[in-house]
């Protein structure tokens, strides 16, 4: 009986996989950073103010208890989102939106992040006659 697979074929398919997982790594660790920026410039500014918010907003469902209107904290819907106001004040959210409106666009950054990842995860960085080139000319001499 012939072997499905031979160490070459294995050793090729470890290297592969190694390469696209650190390629998917490098661009989900970009496009959190795209979204957190988004997600300051757009959200927080415009749909909702959360009075103890900072930069890692975007990263903030991930962590339990810190979501939006979690914990008991109190969410007050209004016509226009005013920042600057004392952590003591309830978060406002703008008229229209609610907490699982906000969960969705959440999920929806995340979704895109991941595939996006995987699609240039799986598309080869380094033109193929680029890697020959650089393979002939380290074993030319």
């Known amino acids: ?3 499905l697979w031979s160490l ?3 050793r090729v398919f470890m290297i592969r996989m ?4 650190a390629k998917f790594a490098i661009v989900m660790f970009l496009m959190t950073i795209v979204c957190s920026i988004v997600w300051q410039d757009v959200v ?11 930069i890692m907003g975007f990263i903030s469902p991930l962590f339990g208890d810190f979501w ?3 914990g008991g904290f109190p ?14 004040d309830p978060d406002e ?6 907490i699982p409106k906000l969960f969705c666009l959440w999920l929806s950054f995340v979704s895109v992040s991941i595939v996006f990842s995987i ?3 799986r598309i080869r960085w380094i033109p193929l006659q680029s890697t020959k080139q650089i393979y002939e000319d380290s074993h030319a001499a």
């Open 119 to 121: 699609v240039i995860a």
């Open 18 to 21: 190694f390469k696209n997982t």
């Open 93 to 98: 959210i703008k008229q229209g939106w609610s």
């Open 44 to 54: 927080t500014e415009y749909l909702y103010d959360n009075t103890d918010d900072n």
């Open 1 to 3: 009986m012939a072997q």
């Open 68 to 70: 939006i209107g979690e």
């Open 8 to 10: 070459g074929s294995i």
């Open 75 to 88: 969410v007050v819907t209004v016509q226009h989102v005013v920042h600057g106001r004392s952590m003591s």
